[in-house]
């Protein structure tokens, strides 16, 4: 055990940073006050820190991309490709049901789902554009009728608001375009 010389607590070795040269191996001040200092020394000289780490970057650059490029390569699953994720062996075979999942999250984040609306229902419509996708070999997408983010209308999330159409057609339309859209807009 020993006391820090800045809090005055005392506490075991594991606790304090090694020191060659200090009393027991250890620093007089433990881990937590050292860390504070740091933090406030680091605030007050923002100018310092900002430049050390340009420094730093700049010569460790080339370190930092071979790093990168090795470890995509070792990773090829995890590793972004393309820019985009690589996909799983169940996406792939699940592909209704991922998307439909990716759209509820979406939803959610947008506060446009429901209590009343049918999850089930929701999942099948998504199922429904990934056969007509396999089946025909025209890429479908599942689209809002009414969108769920536009200048003046918020669409739901729900079944009654949702159809799988060609991929073309729902790009092309975006959020611009519904049924009894107000003329002048």
């Not at 799983?88 to 999942?101: D, E, L, P």
């Not at 099948?124 to 070999?137: D, F, I, N, P, S």
């Amino acid at each position: 055990m020993k006391t820090c010389n800045q809090c005055g607590a005392e506490k075991t070795l594991y606790d304090f940073y090694r020191k060659a040269g200090g009393a027991q191996g250890v620093s007089g001040c433990c881990k937590s006050c050292q860390d504070i200092k740091g933090r406030e020394w680091a605030a007050r000289n923002k100018n310092k820190v900002a430049a050390y780490l340009r420094k730093w970057r700049a010569e460790n650059a080339a370190k930092g991309a071979e790093y990168h490029a090795r470890w995509r390569r070792e990773n090829p699953v995890t590793s972004r490709i393309s820019g985009r994720r690589a996909e799983s062996k169940w996406t792939r075979t699940h592909r209704g049901v991922a998307n439909a999942k990716t759209a509820r999250r979406v939803a959610s984040v947008l506060h446009a789902t429901p209590a009343w609306a049918n999850p089930e229902r929701i999942a099948k419509v998504y199922q429904l554009a990934a056969r007509l996708t396999k089946e025909t070999g025209v890429k479908y997408h599942v689209d809002h009728i009414v969108p769920l983010r536009s200048k003046i209308v918020s669409g739901l999330h729900v079944e009654y608001n949702l159809e799988a159409i060609p991929a073309t057609k729902n790009i092309s339309k975006g959020n611009r375009h519904w049924p009894d859209m107000p003329t002048g807009v």
